[in-house]
């Protein structure tokens, strides 16, 4: 006589250690799962708006009629905006004070540095929790599983014949814990290691706007000194 167990059948008749297992790693998958497409959402939106703004900034505009656009946005603008307003912002009002050409380009670059990290960090959150699940998870449900076959073996001493028939049926349900732990890892992983890669890119994008700007400023300052000399 053979039982047949479907998924289902296994994780109800499971123990309850096995089961508090499953219901962690499927909370987390379920949580990686939002994250990932939250974070698709953000990282497109931050790539796109962020060459839109290198366009307009590479275009000719005035780099104040851009300063108060990018003002006017506030909140909404994309990263290298918003590096760019930190830096324009900063530059000015030192100059405007009259502040030597110098240290106002060294400290609208430390106020773009420090803007740049800001954005990094918000593009940055919640990968760590993806980084999190993906070396755990597996473990999670290696115990689970470890637990469960313990579970299996105990049963067997107190049968008088130990047949496969009677042990397979529990470790078929501890195996469960194993798969769900993968099943939770392996999208967290992947999507992690993407996410890095394109937070990266932006991360490289936005210290070479830093240099070039710096350079921008650095040469409107001077043209700006040799027409009052």
Known sequence: MTTDFSIYEMIVNSGVVVQIVLAILLLASIASWAIIFRKVGELKRAEGSSRSFEDDFWSGIDLAKLYRRVDGQKRDAAPLARIFGAGFREFARLV?????????LGSARRAMDATGSRELDSLERSMGFLATVG???????????????????????????????????????????????????????????????????????????????????????ASEDGKKA
């Open 135 to 221: 070396s755990t998870a597996p473990y999670v449900g290696l115990f689970g599983t470890v637990w469960g076959i313990m579970a299996a073996f105990q049963g067997l001493g107190h049968a008088q014949q130990a047949t496969l028939q009677m042990v397979a049926p529990g470790i078929s349900e501890a195996l469960i814990a194993t798969a769900m732990g993968l099943f939770a890892a392996i999208p967290a992983t992947v999507a992690y290691n993407r996410f890095a890669q394109r937070v990266d890119r932006l991360s490289g994008r936005f210290e070479s706007f830093c240099d070039e700007f710096s350079n921008v400023l650095e040469h409107h300052q």
């Open 96 to 104: 405007r004070h009259g502040q030597p050409s110098t240290a106002a």
